[in-house]
């Protein structure tokens, strides 16, 4: 079975500043799909960013950017000018191609100091 | 930007009561999708729903869960009897395409369920 592991429960990082969170999983499996979600305290689950494993190039949303690491089982989340609505817990997490479940992690709670 | 909608945000039930969560999904959607958290823990999956059936359940899923769309706008989550154990986040979602396609999945803002 797939998992996927947050090591950081908690991160904080000043306001413009950059902050990166880790995030790695592991599987057996050669296609599939990662993903951070957001969650502020609104509670609702937001998608941050997505990369398809067969793609090399990192996928990036304007100030959100990750480093996929394909061999080493890493995805992590590069936040760049943190804003104070950054502030939330973020979870990574996993799908396998042709599966309907999402895999997550245990979640950063990430704090943006002013 | 559509959204998907639960009800209530949080819920207090006995142990032993029945209880309904209820979620509206985005309406052009056809796949539904139910995970919980409990408190301080991961985000797990219960169950998809895809033209009235079930399509994959978690061993979370035992007999005591079931789902229902009982018209066109509403997909619900009943637990039967409920336990103490049952109390956490239940968050709905919803997707139009199989396995949330690349874009993923739309989630509500979740039911808090207690059981006292």
């Known amino acids: 079975a797939q998992t996927v592991t947050q090591s950081q429960p908690e991160m904080s990082v000043q306001e413009a500043e950059t902050v990166t969170l880790s995030c790695t999983y592991d599987?057996?499996?050669?296609?599939?799909?990662l993903f951070w979600y957001k969650q502020p305290p609104s509670r609702q689950m937001i998608l941050v960013i997505r990369?398809?494993?067969?793609?090399?190039q990192n996928a990036t949303e304007n100030r959100f950017s990750v480093n996929f690491q394909k061999a080493a089982k890493s995805f992590s989340l590069k936040i760049s000018d943190s804003q104070l609505g950054d502030a939330a817990m973020y979870f990574c997490?996993?799908?396998?191609?042709?599966?309907?479940?999402?895999?997550f992690g245990q979640g950063t709670r990430l704090t943006i100091n002013p | 930007e559509p959204e998907v909608t639960q009800t209530p945000s949080h819920q207090v039930t006995q142990m032993g009561q029945e209880v309904i969560l209820r979620c509206v999904p985005i309406?052009?959607?056809?796949?539904f999708y139910w995970y919980r958290q409990i408190l301080g823990q991961k985000v797990e999956f219960l169950v998809s729903?895809?033209?009235?059936?079930?399509?994959?359940k978690s061993e979370i899923f035992d007999d005591q869960f079931s789902v229902e769309r009982p018209d066109g706008s509403n997909f619900t989550l009943k637990i039967r009897s409920t336990k103490l154990e049952d109390s956490a986040m239940y968050f709905c979602?919803?997707?139009?395409?199989?396995?949330?396609?690349?874009?993923?999945?739309?989630f509500g803002s979740g039911t808090r369920l207690t059981v006292v």
């Open positions: 599987t057996s499996e050669s296609d599939y799909y």
């Open positions: 997490a996993y799908r396998s191609q042709g599966a309907q479940k999402l895999v």
């Open positions: 309406s052009n959607h056809l796949y």
């Open positions: 729903f895809y033209n009235n059936e079930i399509s994959e």
């Open positions: 979602a919803s997707s139009d395409t199989h396995s949330g396609g690349i874009g993923g999945y739309t």
């Open positions: 990369q398809e494993a067969y793609k090399q």
